[in-house]
């Protein structure tokens, strides 16, 4: 075992992972599409990370950028006073965000954002005179991150219940857009709750956990309108979806809607460094401060210089490389690729849009038998490792049906395509031959 090796076996935490007894592959090295491990083996990026590389990996552009931020001044807060990095990265995400989205409350990841989303919104109900407004509703299934605000939002009970009660008492989920009475379902939990009492809807424009659940035509208008009936605010959560993963900037230009905020991280900086953020709407900013108020909420490192001119150079490159364009016109081909695996006889559904999607998979998908959850545990335990034995990073993932799921660079093309479809349907022949052997 090398001394990496041992190192992170005897001293590092995994997230939501054991640690291997001969200690965890150490990935060293990124380059477009591809990582290699310490020992060499080349992996296709397959998942943008955690659906986190947006630009693809080994960008010196975006480095030197680090760089060149962290010797002039590599840090100084957002805390009453503001440097340039912040302010032309919050206008450049204002210019390409949809409708009239126009401010940005920086912070460092996922997690923050959906927290700070929601204490914006409690204090834009304060600022209005409605506090009695606290409730959120989110979807089951879905995943919002595991700080203990953003953990109350999300609705995977293993995740979950061992920090409960959490602000359970706030929080009620509902069905994902694979039920047709999705929407409709939203407005019934309103009117059960009492409008009055809910402050913000929470949901992501395609919902990754669970596997890419994708919104039938209408939803997000149904939803809209639903929020605007009520009084509520529409947070659409884009920790995924945003910065080109749908094959546009952001989900409301995907499916034709303009939320109250937007949830983002990950490819903001590609993952070149941490950031996140919630971007609003006019009347967010305007109701807290024409009642004389300020956010009561801050972050040491939310809008970081560092991070901020890493994913101010990121978004640049993505436009004039015309990235998102890229995807956009690759998309239909990622999905082609993918539909190949269907005739595999348990892959049952391919969902998702963009570069962001996931094949279900069932026991017998021709007379609807699903796995049963320890049948689907043990498939996901067996499809992991191999699939990564094979050299490639896709995530094999159970918390609804059984899934593969994909997000790649959105520099991907047919190759990466084709390679991703190749080693899906390998992976999956092997583990069904041993399964039925
Ligand atoms: N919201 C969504 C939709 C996510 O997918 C994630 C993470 O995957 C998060 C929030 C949490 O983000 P982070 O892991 O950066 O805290």
Redesign the pocket.
């Known amino acids: 075992m090398s001394d990496i090796r041992s190192a992170a076996r005897d001293h590092l935490w995994l997230h939501f992972a054991h640690v291997p007894q001969d200690g965890p592959i150490i990935m060293e090295r990124g380059e477009g599409c591809y990582l290699w491990d310490s020992d060499g083996k080349r992996y296709l990026d397959a998942l943008g990370g955690?659906?986190v590389t947006a630009i693809g990996h080994g960008r010196s552009d975006l480095a030197n950028a680090a760089s060149k931020q962290a010797e002039t001044m590599a840090y100084f807060p957002v805390w009453g006073m503001a440097h340039a990095p912040a302010a032309e990265l919050a206008t450049k995400i204002a210019q390409l965000a949809p409708g009239d989205m126009d401010r940005v409350f920086f912070v460092s990841?996922?997690?923050?954002a959906?927290e700070s989303a929601w204490k914006l919104a409690r204090q834009y109900y304060l600022a209005k005179g409605e506090p009695q407004r606290m409730r959120v509703i989110g979807r089951k299934t879905a995943?919002?991150?595991?700080t203990l605000g953003?953990l109350s939002i999300t609705s995977i009970p293993p995740i979950r219940q061992p920090f409960e009660p959490m602000l359970n008492q706030l929080t009620t989920h509902v069905s994902t857009t694979d039920n047709p009475r999705a929407a409709e379902e939203i407005e019934e939990a309103i009117l059960a709750l009492g409008p009055e009492t809910v402050a913000a809807v929470f949901l992501?424009p395609v919902q990754?956990s669970g596997g890419c659940f994708t919104p039938y035509e209408g939803y997000w208008q149904q939803v809209r309108e639903i929020c605007d009936r009520y009084g509520i605010l529409l947070v659409s959560?884009e920790?995924?979806c945003a910065f080109g993963r749908l094959g546009t900037w952001f989900g409301g230009q995907k499916f034709d809607y303009v939320p109250d905020m937007i949830?983002f991280?990950?490819g903001a900086t590609s993952g070149y460094a941490p950031l996140?953020g919630v971007i609003t709407r006019p009347h967010i900013a305007e109701t807290i401060r024409d009642a004389g108020e300020l956010v009561w909420h801050g972050i040491t490192f939310g809008g970081h210089p560092v991070s901020c001119a890493v994913a101010l150079a990121n978004l640049e490159a993505m436009e004039s490389e015309r990235i998102v364009e890229h995807a956009a016109a690759n998309q239909d081909r990622f999905r082609a690729a993918l539909e190949g695996v269907l005739d595999h006889p348990v892959a049952a559904e391919l969902r998702g849009t963009g570069y962001f999607y996931a094949i279900e998979l069932q026991k017998d998908p021709e007379r609807g038998i699903h796995f049963e959850r320890e049948e689907a545990t043990e498939l996901v335990a067996r499809l992991k490792p191999l699939l990564v034995e094979m050299g490639m990073i896709a995530r094999a993932d159970g918390r609804g049906a059984p899934i593969i799921q994909y997000s790649p660079p959105l520099i991907a093309g047919p190759a990466e395509f084709d390679e991703i479809a190749q080693i899906s349907r390998e992976a999956l022949d092997r583990v069904w031959k041993e399964w039925t052997a």
């Open positions: 955690l659906f990841g996922g997690s923050e959906v995943y919002h991150g595991t953003a992501e990754n959560d920790v995924i949830t991280a990950k996140g």
